[in-house]
């Protein structure tokens, strides 16, 4: 009788272990669903900011033409900085070093200072993995920049059904947190958003790109893929920070402060798509 009761027990620990795990599987689904769904949102949100800042560019750059009798007028970075502004409600802060009699932007400086993301244009490639929160998103977002490393001879939807790949093994793996299924769901959402409007936005000729920058000057001569990809990857990197206390973009050694804005994260990677344009093919 005691073997028959030991069994029992036994039998019911094992049924409640197995109710157990077959529960956690809605219930995974329905997070994950829900970060998939706030991925496409954020993504979706990011590229009408993107495509709104392009039409004002644009507009700005015929009024300047008028005004300049330039035909091929390129916007200063300032001006960049007012398109951001004026299209996302985030007022960029450029944060001089011989500026120490500005008290705003000491404080700002003070308030941020190793607690703010900092995103480094002055790269040839944006690596997503530098960004990784842990060993395991870095794993995943290494496989991100390697295929975008080597995307040369790869069309977008090659390029997507990749990282539609790398997607579906960070939500299979038993061992991925939420945070970490978030953040590499949110950037690679964003990436695929920005790598399709870049595909029909970047121009073709770039000669008539000018700045004394060295790093613009070297940008000029890259091939379109990878000024393609370059663009993507700051877009997607900006898509996989919180935004909560803003961010630090450094381009052409000029450290920018991006605050937290009206429109949330959507803004600032969007802010960080058009100011990696001005490496990339201004």
């Given amino acids: 009788m005691k073997k028959i009761s030991y069994l029992f027990v036994i039998s019911v620990v094992a049924l409640l272990s197995c109710e157990k795990n077959e529960v956690a599987k809605p219930n995974d689904y329905a997070v994950i669903e829900s970060i998939k769904s706030k991925a496409t949102a954020l993504s979706n949100r990011h590229d009408s900011l ?6 004002l560019e644009k507009h700005k750059k015929y009024q300047k033409a008028k005004s300049t009798n330039n035909a091929n007028p390129k916007l200063n970075l300032n001006e960049m900085l007012d398109v951001i502004e004026e299209v996302t409600g985030i007022a960029p802060l450029i944060l001089k070093e011989d500026d120490a009699d500005n008290s705003e932007v000491q404080k700002i400086k003070g308030k941020i200072a190793g607690n703010t993301p900092v995103i480094n244009l002055d790269n040839e490639f944006i690596r997503m993995s530098d960004y990784a929160n842990s060993a ?34 960070v939500i299979a793996d038993i061992n991925a947190p939420e945070e970490d299924i978030k953040l590499i769901i949110n950037a690679t959402e964003v990436l695929k958003g920005s790598l399709k409007i870049w595909e029909n936005v970047l121009p073709t000729d770039y000669s008539q790109a000018r700045d004394s920058k060295a790093l613009v000057n070297k940008a000029l001569k ?9 663009v993507g990857a700051a877009d997607a990197v900006g898509g996989s920070i919180s935004w909560f206390s803003g961010a630090t973009i450094t381009i052409m050694n000029v450290p920018i402060y991006l605050p937290p804005g009206p429109v949330g994260a959507a803004g600032g990677a969007a802010a960080v798509s058009v100011l990696a344009t001005i490496i990339a093919f201004q």
């Fill in 222 to 230: 890259w091939p379109r893929w990878l000024k393609w990809v370059f």
């Fill in 136 to 169: 395991l998103s870095k794993k995943y977002l290494e496989r991100v920049d390697q295929l975008l490393m080597y995307s040369e001879y790869k069309c977008y939807d090659d390029i997507v059904s990749e990282i539609n790949q790398v997607q579906y093994e």
């Fill in 50 to 55: 993107v495509i709104e800042m392009l039409k």
